[in-house]
């Protein structure tokens, strides 16, 4: 049975949208959720490319995601155009790890590969024995790492990577409710899904971003964690398994009841 969160407050550093995995699972832990909006997502620059390579999926063997937001934009995308999902489910699918697996699934079907570490580079180690000579489409972030593309052309990929959407920081006057309840320690966790939100929130909370040494600080996976470094901040929790619900697992794992 998981560890309860009765009487802890957790901030989860979300996208605008509806309610996640994460905040879902913490509320049935017990724990009392506040939403930070600290990122948000916006069209790409120029959606010629994408929406070229969504008319035309019959010339691609496989599709590869990185995000489940990839997943909504590219599936949102497709209904713009009036293509069916269906010309989609037809590549083979590949998925960077289980939360975006399952929503490739949820909106596509199940994908043909996960990789078992859920990183750019170790999706692209996975592809290598499937991709060469193959044509694969790559619907990415418009500020998205630079492994997966390094590692699918290096298996000698046909590559084509196209922007699928960008992801912008929340403006700094949504996050600095976090900084006050941090200063008045109201905060037990701050949950992080993103390295996106990681930076958002260090950036907004400027000189008080060190009051997040003072809390657990849980990360969704590697590159999130890797990003808390970078700024100075320590992961205290991190899931085997990187979904929203196995990150409020974690949380609990480490913080029980107050």
């Given at each position: 049975m998981a560890a309860r969160l009765d009487r802890r407050t957790v901030v989860v550093t979300r996208g605008k949208g509806g309610e996640d995995a994460l905040s879902v699972r913490l509320r049935a832990l017990g724990a009392q959720v506040r939403e930070v909006p600290s990122i948000a997502f916006a069209d790409p620059g120029d959606p010629g490319p994408l929406d070229a390579a969504l008319r035309g999926l019959d010339r691609f063997d496989w599709a590869v995601f990185t995000s489940a937001t990839a997943v909504d934009r590219t599936v949102a995308r497709l209904s713009a155009l009036g293509v069916e999902t269906a010309a989609l489910a037809r590549l083979r699918l590949a998925a960077v790890g289980p939360a975006t697996a399952e929503r490739l699934a949820r909106a596509v079907r199940e994908p043909d590969l996960v990789p078992g570490e859920a990183k750019g580079d170790a999706l692209a180690r996975a592809l290598e024995p499937h991709v060469r000579g193959r044509r694969v489409l790559f619907p990415r972030p418009a500020e998205g790492r630079p492994e997966t593309i390094a590692g699918l052309l290096a298996a000698g990929a046909e590559l084509t990577a196209v922007e699928a959407y960008r992801t912008v920081p929340a403006p700094a006057e949504a996050i600095?409710?976090?900084?006050?309840?941090?200063?008045?320690?109201?905060?037990?966790?701050?949950?992080?899904?993103?390295?996106?939100?990681?930076?958002?929130?260090?950036?907004?909370?400027?000189?008080?971003?060190?009051?997040?040494?003072?809390?657990?600080?849980?990360?969704?996976g590697p590159t999130t964690a890797e990003a808390l470094r970078e700024h100075g901040l320590t992961p205290g929790a991190e899931p085997e398994r990187y979904t929203g619900a196995d990150l409020a697992e974690a949380v609990a794992a480490r913080l029980g009841p107050g």
């Open positions: 600095a409710p976090l900084g006050d309840w941090l200063a008045r320690g109201e905060v037990d966790a701050v949950a992080f899904a993103s390295p996106s939100a990681v930076r958002a929130v260090a950036s907004a909370l400027g000189e008080r971003a060190p009051l997040l040494r003072g809390v657990l600080l849980a990360a969704i």
